[in-house]
């Protein structure tokens, strides 16, 4: 148990959580935040269209960044209006907004698994194209050696 000295420090600086007292964080804190956060990440999908990449990297990546578009109010809402008091409301902003972080997470793994598997072909492309091209030196060093013994 905390001791009164303890929670009354943390009163005096506006960090203690008394029941009832409203959202987990001061909406003036967290509105901010997501709304900067909203724009960087609005910023970075609309410069993916740009984006010199693979056709699936791209949509991952774009269907990623609308996940976490609808991901950030939710958390701002879950972090700075919903009262914990109203269990029902903070019970489904939470769960609403654990199941957009889980699906950013699982989209993020297929992307980086997908970016794996295509660097391994790439690699393994480029590995043939380097013995082929060692082959045909090697051919070509050959022909010239026997035509300056002939």
């Not at 949509?59 to 879950?78: D, E, H, K, W």
């Not at 699982?106 to 391994?120: G, N, R, T």
Request: charged letters at 10%; one cysteine or more.
């Amino acid at each position: 148990m905390m001791d009164a000295s303890f929670m009354c420090g943390f009163a005096s600086l506006g960090l203690a959580q008394q029941p009832g007292s409203g959202p987990i964080a001061p909406a003036w804190a967290v509105l901010p935040l997501a709304f900067t956060t909203l724009v960087v990440v609005a910023v970075h999908w609309t410069a993916l269209a740009q984006a010199d990449m693979p056709r699936w990297r791209k949509n991952l990546r774009t269907a990623n960044g609308l996940v976490m578009m609808l991901a950030i109010p939710v958390l701002a809402a879950g972090f700075g209006i919903v009262d914990p008091q109203n269990t029902r409301h903070f019970v489904l902003t939470w769960m609403l907004a654990t199941g957009l972080l889980s699906l950013v997470l699982i989209l993020a793994m297929i992307d980086v698994l997908a970016s794996s598997v295509y660097l391994w072909r790439v690699r393994r492309e480029a590995s043939r194209h380097a013995v082929e091209a060692r082959m045909l030196l090697l051919e070509q060093t050959q022909q010239a050696s026997n035509a300056s013994a002939s």
